[in-house]
């Protein structure tokens, strides 16, 4: 497999996601593989909104993405060596299927058992997982990492 994030970029990565709060690294992964995610995705029995699809990780192209030592370096560089993937969501932003999304952050995790822990928000649910709003310290414990492929009209 190609090396696909050289050290130096990585460390310039992170050292600007630590300052900024975000990172653009550009290059991670190849056509095949994203195909590859794509194409499990279509075929698979997810349930699918016109926005996309909730609970990707399920899927063996995604966890495998999800898990690959690059982004695990990143994410454990920029928020502690227990950084895990524990959430994945598929957006269908295409030129035929887009729509405008204000900047938020979304803030309530799943959770595997429900616990009285002060200081956490209410309980809700999404998609059928509990969820809850942890403490503001635990927020800045997440890093989101957004995969956009961009399509070329021929």
Not at 7 to 26: D, P
């Amino acid at each position: 497999m190609q090396d696909l994030l050289p050290i130096s970029e990585s460390q310039n990565s992170v050292r600007f996601i630590r300052e900024r709060g975000y990172g653009i690294v550009s290059s991670v992964f190849s056509p095949a593989e994203l195909s590859l995610a794509l194409s499990e995705l279509s075929s698979t029995g997810l349930k699918r909104s016109r926005a996309g699809a909730r609970h990707v990780l399920s899927l063996a192209s995604v966890s495998e993405i999800a898990r690959r030592g690059e982004l695990l370096a990143i994410a454990r560089a920029v928020v502690g060596p227990d950084a895990i993937p524990f959430r994945a969501t598929f957006f269908d932003k295409s030129p035929n299927s887009n729509w405008l999304v204000a900047w938020h952050q979304d803030t309530a995790l799943p959770l595997a058992f429900r616990s009285l822990t002060p200081g956490w928000g209410r309980w809700s649910s999404k998609a059928g997982l509990s969820t809850r709003t942890p403490p503001l310290r635990h927020c800045s414990k997440c890093l989101c990492f957004a995969f956009t492929s961009i399509v070329r009209p021929r």
